[in-house]
């Protein structure tokens, strides 16, 4: 059974500084990964997908690397600001899931302090 | 395209009552899920649809639960004689294919009294 881990489950930053969430997995054999943002009592957003294939993927101030062989994923964001608190949370597809869908982590807290 | 949408947002019951939420995917998207979110975890998988058909359901399913895709576009999920233990969030995702990542709504929020 494929098991997603986060550490830490909550971090308190102050703005501007360069953070890294980190998220690693059981079973190596995934198809993606997929990091949301989520605000409390929202929904999830989508911040990146990293296909099996890929080693990063970046948009604006995060970059997402895989490293599949060692089972970790990390979020980095850079110069952090107040508007990035919130939770996120990593999850994964298996590569030979059929239709099992993603399997998500608790998720990382992180408060960005101005 | 506005997303996916879900409604209601908030959802208040009194215990033994039944409930219906619905979820409206990205149009061109085949796939739909259902997640169940309680506060301080992951969202955890419900069922899941491919066009009309209930592909696959988690043992959380339970028969109190049944979940619609009728004619392949929006969804339903009725939760019958509602619990305590059914209060969360309640989460709906769609996507194209398995490769090409989710897209989640806003959720509805279930409180049982």
């Known amino acids: 059974k494929q098991e997603v881990t986060q550490i830490p489950a909550a971090l308190s930053v102050p703005e501007g500084e360069n953070l890294v969430l980190n998220c690693s997995f059981t079973?190596?054999?995934?198809?993606?990964l997929q990091w949301f943002r989520q605000d409390p009592g929202k929904g999830l957003t989508s911040l990146l997908l990293?296909?099996?294939?890929?080693r990063e993927q970046t948009s604006g101030r995060l970059n997402a690397s895989l490293d599949k062989s060692s089972g970790r994923s990390t979020l980095y964001i850079a110069a952090s600001q107040p508007g990035d608190s919130a939770t996120y949370l990593c999850a994964v597809i298996l590569l030979n899931s059929g239709n099992t869908p993603l399997v998500f982590g608790k998720g990382t807290r992180l408060s960005v302090i101005a | 395209d506005t997303g996916v949408s879900q409604n209601p947002r908030h959802k208040i019951t009194k215990r033994g009552q039944n409930v219906t939420f619905r979820c409206d995917p990205i149009?061109?998207?085949?796939?739909l899920y259902w997640y169940r979110q309680t506060l301080g975890q992951g969202p955890e998988f419900l069922t899941y649809?491919?066009?009309?058909?209930?592909?696959?359901k988690s043992r959380l399913l339970s028969d109190r639960f049944s979940a619609e895709r009728p004619k392949g576009s929006f969804s339903t999920l009725e939760i019958q004689r509602t619990e305590q233990g059914d209060s969360a969030m309640y989460l709906c995702?769609?996507?194209?294919?398995?490769?090409?990542?989710?897209?989640f709504g806003s959720g509805t929020r279930l409180t049982v009294v």
């Open positions: 149009s061109e998207h085949n796939r």
């Open positions: 995702a769609s996507s194209r294919d398995r490769g090409s990542g989710y897209t």
């Open positions: 649809f491919q066009n009309e058909a209930q592909l696959e």
């Open positions: 079973d190596s054999a995934i198809y993606n």
């Open positions: 990293i296909q099996s294939s890929q």
